[in-house]
């Protein structure tokens, strides 16, 4: 029996509690970013067919008016059809890449053309829109006039179009063409002005659709008579811009120059020419049909630039949805608002809204699925609360601090250095002296040494020559005392001419000095009255802050914060009834404490912007000059701007805590809340508590 049972091995019974760790929520870069940049990338396609289909329209022009005739076969030729398609090459698709590549969702800080302009030009991407626009407009300039040479017709009916960079000369073979320089002026002059436009627009922005309006319908995103306006003043002003500049190179510049003698060495065999011939304003007469192909052609370059970007703006801000193809839709998109980029933690808020928001027994079950999960840790309200709460801390301290950037890391002081003990031991003074006995020096250095210092041997010498002197004849004396007083006046002239350059160069200031060469003092000095009005009236346009701008400013992620709200406050009312073990509603002091204290902070700011203009009444405005009304009217312009542009977020604000307070009602007594936030709490209280 014993050894049977020691031959038998003893085996433990396997146990059925099996540990199930919970599972964090995985990032965005691993569920929601792909799902979202796999739309975008199907809608990159589509927008390069459409560029594609309009940039048709131009190479149909372009090739009708290179053959001389209307035909119906150019619609389809295969002309038309390679024209187009390097219309497209060139035109349009370098614009629509610069668009993607630097594409973002924060605006920048500025309230100022001038603020605008000097922070986009320490960015790199307004580099490569430089590059990119005047590589794409000098491009589609040589295409225009290949596709000119190609066909030997001109609107002229002179057979030859003159647009080589040369003129034919046997004489001068390397003097340039004028015509083509003026072409290529005009062409790359619109370029610059578009990118100014860009600028001023700050088009590398996403722009969002309203999230509330009111009854008005919204506008649309593609506005053809828009970009057909646009096209046409960006194009006007470009053409006028480069025959100024080309007059004012002739007239004034090229002389200049030639009066350089390196310079004019190295201009004559090109430039030479431009110096003669007919007068610089008789020359737009004598070239009307090269202003009227340079406007053609700066038009249908503007206009494929403006309608590439305005198709690459309406795609690009339309919302996504990704739930369709996710296993887990409240888990993908609550992993979306987690991304640290504001582009996709839009859209992620965007479709969270549209699918809590729905009315029906899936939504009710997808929001206590959501208020009842246990299988992430954290959970997903836990990290959906805190991400969102997060967004908006932030975006309220930025507004707080009135769009300025996060004060710099203060460096901590010196810890101070202790009290050297004082040494015991006494001191012993230093000997400084030489301890050894000198040798004595020998005769000729004594007598070397004599004669470079006031010695006695020089004061022997000196008395000497004074006692000769008192012997000298006084013919000798009186020739002998007119020398050095000239040789003296010399030094004394000398020396006046240093001090005064000495001190002209202390009294040197780079900053005076740039300010009595600057343009503006030219101005006043040469210019007319009007002129220097209108510069003045110019200089405060530029440098000038505007409210809305500043609004703006204080406020970047405003669309998202609205969205973050909407979210908030629908999935806290939704909570009385669908959340059964109360998760979401320990966190409602902290989310109606984040709401107060944000909606404080912008009611403030409009309170003080309304302080700032105060509508006059009729008999007030009768009283003002019409350059005070005019100023009143700009201020109540900007002020209006400002308001609108905080309209949104104030709205969800009020629209959110009336809904949590009117749901809750008496309810909210059993949370507790800082005495401000309970102060601010019960006036919406009040205010819901008023019959209608």
């Known amino acids: 029996m014993n050894a049977s049972t020691s031959r038998t091995p003893i085996r433990a019974k396997p146990s059925t509690l099996v540990s199930h760790a919970a599972t964090t929520i995985p990032p965005a870069s691993q569920t929601f970013e792909p799902a ?34 209307f035909s119906l076969w150019n619609l389809l030729s295969l002309s038309t059809i390679a024209l187009s398609l390097a219309f497209w090459v060139l035109g349009a698709l370098p614009v629509t890449l610069l668009r993607k590549f630097y594409l973002t969702a924060t605006p920048s800080a500025s309230s100022s053309p001038s603020k605008t302009v000097k922070a986009a030009l320490s960015k790199r991407s307004t580099y490569a829109a430089l590059i990119c626009y005047s590589v794409s407009a000098v491009l589609l300039s040589g295409l225009h006039i290949l596709l000119a040479y190609t066909n030997q017709t001109s609107e002229s009916g002179k057979g030859e179009p003159r647009l080589s960079p040369f003129v034919k000369s046997r004489k001068h073979p390397y003097y340039l063409n004028g015509r083509f ?138 919302p996504i949805t990704v739930t369709s193809v996710s296993a887990d839709p409240v888990e993908t998109l609550i992993s979306g608002t987690t991304s640290s980029s504001t582009y996709f933690q839009y859209f992620a808020y965007m479709e ?28 997903l309200w836990v990290t959906l609360c805190r991400t969102a709460l997060l967004q908006l801390g932030k975006d309220y301290q930025h507004f707080v601090r ?44 004594a007598v070397i040494e004599s004669l470079s210092s006031d010695g006695a041997i020089t004061q022997a010498i000196a008395s000497t020559a004074e006692v000769g002197a008192a012997h000298v004849p006084e013919l000798f004396r009186s020739v002998a005392a007119v020398a050095p007083a000239s040789v003296k006046e010399g030094t004394d002239v000398v020396v006046a001419e240093v001090k005064e350059v000495t001190g002209w160069i202390e009294r040197y200031n780079p900053k005076e000095m740039a300010k009595k060469v600057q343009l503006g003092g030219v101005v006043e000095k040469y210019c007319p009255p009007r002129v220097v009005a209108m510069g003045e009236i110019l200089k405060e346009w530029w440098h000038k802050d505007r409210l809305g701008k500043a609004a703006e400013e204080c406020l970047p992620n405003r669309e998202l914060d609205v969205l973050i709200i909407q979210v908030l406050a629908h999935l806290t009312c939704v909570s009385l009834d669908e959340d059964r073990y109360g998760v979401l509603q320990r966190d409602i002091p902290r989310i109606l404490e984040a709401f107060i204290s944000f909606y404080s902070a912008v009611g403030e700011y409009e309170t003080e912007l309304s302080v700032k203009f105060k509508a006059p009444s009729e008999e007030e405005r009768e009283k003002l000059t019409p350059q005070e009304r005019e100023i009143q009217d700009q201020i109540g312009y900007d002020v209006s701007l400002a308001k609108d542009a905080m309209r949104p977020i104030i709205d969800a604000f009020k629209e959110g805590l009336a809904r949590i307070v009117r749901t809750f009602n008496d309810k909210l007594q059993a949370f507790r809340f800082p005495p401000r936030t309970a102060r601010q709490l019960q006036s919406f209280v009040d205010y819901t508590a008023r019959p209608l």
């Open 402 to 445: 009135r769009g300025a950037p996060l004060p710099g890391a203060t460096t901590p002081a010196p810890a101070p250095v202790p009290p050297k003990k004082p040494d015991p031991t006494p001191s012993t003074p230093l000997i400084r002296k030489p301890i050894f006995k000198s040798s004595p020096a020998s005769p000729v250095h």
């Open 352 to 379: 969270l809204r549209n699918l809590i928001w729905e009315d029906s027994p899936a939504a009710s079950a997808r929001r206590s699925a959501l208020f009842a999960d246990q299988k992430h840790s954290p959970s």
């Open 181 to 318: 320089i003026f072409l290529m002026l005009t062409q790359l002059v619109c370029a610059y002005a578009f990118l100014l436009r860009h600028i001023m627009r700050d088009r590398f922005v996403v722009r969002w659709p309203p999230l509330s309006v009111d009854d008005e319908e919204l506008p649309p995103r593609f506005d053809p008579t828009k970009i057909a306006l646009t096209t046409i003043a960006v194009t006007t002003l470009s053409l006028a811009t480069s025959t100024v500049l080309f007059g004012v190179t002739r007239i004034l510049l090229l002389p200049i120059l030639f009066h350089i003698p390196v310079l004019r060495l190295a201009l004559r065999p090109f430039a030479t020419h431009f110096l003669r011939g007919p007068w610089t304003l008789s020359l737009p007469l004598r070239h009307l049909e090269l202003l009227f192909r340079c406007f053609a052609l700066g038009l249908s370059t503007v206009a494929t630039w403006e309608v590439s970007e305005s198709i690459f703006e309406a795609q690009i801000s339309e």
């Open 36 to 69: 979202v940049k796999r739309v975008l990338r199907h809608r990159l396609r589509s927008i390069f067919l459409y560029s594609a289909a309009y940039c048709w329209t131009p190479a149909f022009v372009w090739n009708t008016w290179s053959t001389g005739g």
